[in-house]
C-alpha cells in the first residue's frame, strides 16, 4: 500500500524546535518528490517546503519566504523517510502540517499541490506565544 504518515508534531513555545517526519512506504524517493504543507484555521493550504526526486534532480529543495532560515527539509533514503527540522518557531507557524508525494522527476517546486498523489493526514503543530 503507498502512503505517508506524517509524526512530531506538538505545542512548543515560541522560539523553540520541532523536527516533522514523513515516512513513506510503498515507493522510494527515487522517483518521488515530497512536499510538505500546512494549513491553519480559517486559511488557505500553502507550501512550506518540498524536496525533489534523488534519481535525477539531486534532490534540490523549497522553501516559502515564510520559512526561509528557519526550516530544513532532509531525506533519509535508508529510512525512507523525509524530515522538516522547524527552528525559531513563531505564533504563525501553528497549523496542521501535511506531507505529500509526487511521482516525478522535476524540480519539486514546479509541482502544484492538484498534482500530488498521495497525502498523509497531517499533525498538529502549535506554538504558544
Known amino acids: 500500500e503507498v502512503q505517508v504518515v506524517e509524526s512530531g508534531g506538538g505545542l512548543v513555545q515560541a522560539g523553540g524546535s520541532l523536527r516533522l517526519s514523513c515516512a513513506a512506504s510503498g515507493f522510494t524517493f527515487d522517483d518521488h518528490a515530497i512536499g510538505w504543507f500546512r494549513q491553519a484555521p480559517g486559511k488557505e493550504r500553502e507550501g512550506v517546503s518540498c524536496?525533489?526526486?534523488?534519481?535525477?534532480?539531486?534532490?534540490?529543495?523549497w522553501y516559502a519566504d515564510s520559512v526561509k532560515g528557519r526550516f530544513t527539509i532532509s531525506s533519509d533514503n535508508a529510512k525512507n523517510t523525509v524530515y522538516l527540522q522547524m527552528n525559531s518557531l513563531k505564533a504563525e507557524d501553528t497549523a496542521v502540517y501535511y506531507c505529500?508525494?509526487?511521482?516525478?522527476?522535476?524540480?519539486?517546486?514546479?509541482?502544484?499541490?492538484?498534482?500530488?498523489?498521495?497525502w498523509g493526514q497531517g499533525t498538529q503543530v502549535t506554538v504558544s506565544s
Open positions: 505529500a508525494a509526487v511521482k516525478g522527476y522535476n524540480d519539486c517546486v514546479g509541482y502544484q499541490p492538484l498534482e500530488y498523489d498521495y
Open positions: 524536496i525533489s526526486s534523488t534519481d535525477v534532480t539531486a534532490s534540490t529543495t
